[in-house]
C-alpha cells in the first residue's frame, strides 16, 4: 500500500527596514523542519498564515536572500495580517 502523504513545508520572513530594502527568507524547510519551523513559531507567538501559493513562490528563494520585487505586495499583505494578529492579541490582553 503506497502513502501518498503530502509533505509539509514552511518558510519564515523577517523584515527590518534599518537592515535591509525588503523582507528576507530566514528559514524554510519540509517534513520535520517545516514542523520546527511552525513548533518555533508558535512558541514565540508569531502568528502562522497558509498560503500554498506563496509558498511555493518563496520556496525557490536562498535562505538570507530579500525576496523578489515581484511579491512585495504578497508578502506585504503577509505583514499586515500579522500586524492585525499582533493588534487582537494585545487587545485581548489588555481587556482581561
Same mark, same amino acid.
Given at each position: *500500500?503506497?502513502? $501518498?502523504? /503530502?509533505?509539509?513545508?514552511? +518558510?519564515?520572513?523577517?523584515?527590518?527596514?534599518? #537592515?535591509?530594502?525588503? =523582507?528576507?527568507?530566514?528559514?524554510?524547510?519540509?517534513?520535520?523542519?517545516? #514542523?520546527? /519551523? +511552525?513548533? $518555533?513559531? %508558535?512558541?514565540?507567538?508569531? =502568528?502562522? %498564515?497558509?498560503? =500554498?501559493? !506563496? +509558498?511555493? +513562490? !518563496?520556496?525557490? /528563494? $536562498? /535562505?538570507?536572500?530579500?525576496? =523578489?520585487?515581484? !511579491? @512585495? !505586495?504578497?508578502?506585504?499583505?503577509?505583514?499586515?495580517?500579522? @500586524?492585525?494578529?499582533?493588534? #487582537? *492579541?494585545? $487587545?485581548?490582553?489588555?481587556? *482581561?
Amino acid at each position: *500500500m503506497s502513502e $501518498n502523504k /503530502i509533505k509539509k513545508e514552511a +518558510l519564515a520572513l523577517r523584515y527590518d527596514s534599518e #537592515e535591509s530594502g525588503a =523582507p528576507r527568507v530566514t528559514a524554510k524547510g519540509q517534513g520535520y523542519i517545516a #514542523e520546527r /519551523i +511552525l513548533e $518555533n513559531a %508558535q512558541e514565540a507567538g508569531v =502568528p502562522v %498564515q497558509e498560503d =500554498p501559493t !506563496l +509558498l511555493s +513562490l !518563496l520556496s525557490e /528563494i $536562498n /535562505i538570507n536572500e530579500e525576496i =523578489p520585487e515581484e !511579491l @512585495y !505586495l504578497a508578502v506585504a499583505e503577509v505583514f499586515a495580517f500579522i @500586524y492585525r494578529s499582533d493588534k #487582537e *492579541m494585545k $487587545n485581548r490582553k489588555d481587556s *482581561m
